[in-house]
């Protein structure tokens, strides 16, 4: 099975400023189609997880421009550039490329 | 817009069967997605279960693999849960979900959860 590690646990980043998360699987994710089978997502306190990125670095409809993905293979990394009040979350990283698909143990983003 | 909602027993008790049921508005369950369920137990991560096509096909996690057992009615557009012999350590907060793609592809559509605990 692949794991899924994720860096920090959890940071505290004022507002304004970029916050930076890291996702490392045991194996790579990178498809013959070229492709990562990575996907991140946000969690705010009492709500379901909502799917961010997919693919890496495909940001879903309606997501800020703030979050961006980036990586290949092994390591990849999701990037606030600017944080706000209201990202305040856990994120998470999963990978998709095998069963069964696997979250990282989620990073906590707080404001300082 | 796409709603999972899902419903079921707050409280179980230890060594009996857990029992959950998603159901599925404002879009079609038979559109070749996969239906599934992760879990979360409380101040903690997320945990994949196993999910089910419209045709019946299953996946499951091979941790949880010999107590799960994952169904479908698409005339109700319901898809279900049973957990077996359940432990304090099955207490969770339980998603449905609906996968992208295939049987382990990334979550694009989550319900808002059902909290069950074990306890006698």
């Known amino acids: 099975d692949i794991v899924v590690t994720q860096s920090p646990e959890s940071l505290a980043v004022s507002l304004g400023e970029r916050a930076t998360i890291n996702c490392k699987s045991s194996h790579s994710v990178l498809y013959s189609d070229n492709k990562n089978y990575l996907a991140w997502y946000q969690q705010r306190p009492g709500q379901p997880p909502k799917l961010l990125i997919s693919?890496?670095?495909t940001r879903e409809s309606g997501v800020p421009d703030r979050f961006s993905g980036s990586g290949s293979g092994t390591d990849f990394t999701l990037t606030i550039s600017s944080l706000q009040a209201e990202d305040v979350a856990v994120y998470y990283c999963q990978q998709y490329f095998s069963s069964p698909p696997a979250f990282g143990q989620g990073t906590k983003v707080e404001i300082k | 817009q796409l709603l999972l909602q899902g419903s079921g027993p707050g409280l179980v008790k230890p060594s009996e069967t857990l029992s959950l049921t998603c159901t599925v508005s404002?879009?079609?369950?038979?559109?070749?997605?996969?239906w599934g369920w992760i879990r979360q137990p409380p101040g903690k991560g997320l945990e994949w279960i196993g999910n089910?096509?419209?045709?019946?096909?299953?996946s499951y996690n091979p941790s949880l693999k010999s107590r799960v057992t994952i169904s479908v009615d698409t005339s109700k557009k319901q898809f279900s849960l049973r957990l077996s012999s359940v432990t304090a350590a099955d207490t969770a907060v339980y998603y449905c979900?609906?996968?992208?793609?295939?049987?382990?592809?990334?979550?694009?559509?989550w319900g808002q959860g059902t909290l069950v605990t074990v306890s006698s």
């Open positions: 693919w890496a670095s």
């Open positions: 089910i096509h419209q045709i019946g096909d299953t």
């Open positions: 404002g879009g079609s369950i038979t559109t070749g997605y996969f």
């Open positions: 979900v609906r996968h992208w793609g295939y049987h382990y592809g990334f979550i694009d559509y």
